[in-house]
């Protein structure tokens, strides 16, 4: 299986960057998303990483860095609708032959409270 | 367009009674999955089918869970003999395929409570 490590909270003011960062442990990695989850709602989709180096999206970058197991997600103008759970997820290819692109496990996700 | 549905959106139920919960996935997607999503954790992988493939039933906690889905659409995760420990917000997302980079869109979850 997978260890999947992000911080457990992180308080920032609005209008600042945060950086999340996931570290994870896995073989036969097939990629790593990022969603945020609202609290009561279903996770969204964020973004997908699967060779290194810095993808960004508006206000929303990630990065990931295969060697070192290690992904982050950065925030920039922070609102304070983005007070939500970051999740972070790995795609690995498991054991089972039928396993063919591997499924997501997921980060017990990174709390995010933005402040006035 | 329509996204995900999940029925029922909670459920109340007494220990020892079996539940079905139900998941309709985007229309055209050949990738379903259930997740479970305990008060102030991550999501569990619990099952995932595609297409016409065996499911892979590895994340299932114990032989009273058990999943199926019709005809490559409709999906049912059934737990029998429900057990305190099973309560937690369960949730279905289907992607366009397994393909790795295609995102997995999830319904609202239902959420289960044993009494």
């Known amino acids: 299986g997978q260890n999947i490590d992000q911080p457990t909270e992180m308080t920032a003011t609005e209008g600042a960057i945060v950086q999340i960062n996931c570290t994870y442990q896995?073989?036969?990695?097939?990629?790593l998303f990022w969603y945020q989850q609202h609290a009561g709602e279903a996770p969204t989709f964020l973004s997908y990483?699967?060779?290194?180096g810095l993808e960004e999206k508006g206000r929303f970058s990630s990065f990931l860095s295969r060697s070192k197991g290690y992904s982050y997600l950065l925030l920039k103008e922070l609102q304070m609708k983005d007070s939500a759970s970051y999740l972070c997820?790995?795609?690995?290819?498991?054991?089972?032959?039928?396993?063919?692109?591997?499924?997501?496990?997921f980060g017990a996700g990174t709390q995010v409270v933005v402040t006035p | 367009g329509a996204g995900v549905s999940q029925s029922p959106s909670n459920k109340v139920t007494e220990k020892g009674k079996d539940v079905e919960l139900r998941c309709d996935p985007i229309?055209?997607?050949?990738?379903l999955y259930w997740y479970r999503q305990s008060l102030g954790q991550g999501l569990e992988f619990l099952i995932y089918f595609q297409g016409n493939s065996a499911p892979d039933k590895s994340g299932l906690p114990s032989d009273r869970f058990s999943a199926e889905r019709t005809g490559g659409s409709v999906s049912t995760l059934t737990i029998q003999r429900t057990q305190q420990e099973d309560s937690a917000v369960y949730l279905c997302a289907s992607s366009l395929g397994a393909y790795p980079s295609y995102e997995q869109y999830f319904g609202p979850g239902t959420r289960l409570t044993v009494t």
């Open positions: 997820a790995v795609r690995a290819r498991g054991e089972m032959t039928t396993d063919s692109w591997g499924k997501l496990q």
């Open positions: 990483n699967v060779l290194d």
């Open positions: 229309s055209g997607h050949t990738a």
């Open positions: 896995t073989s036969g990695f097939n990629g």
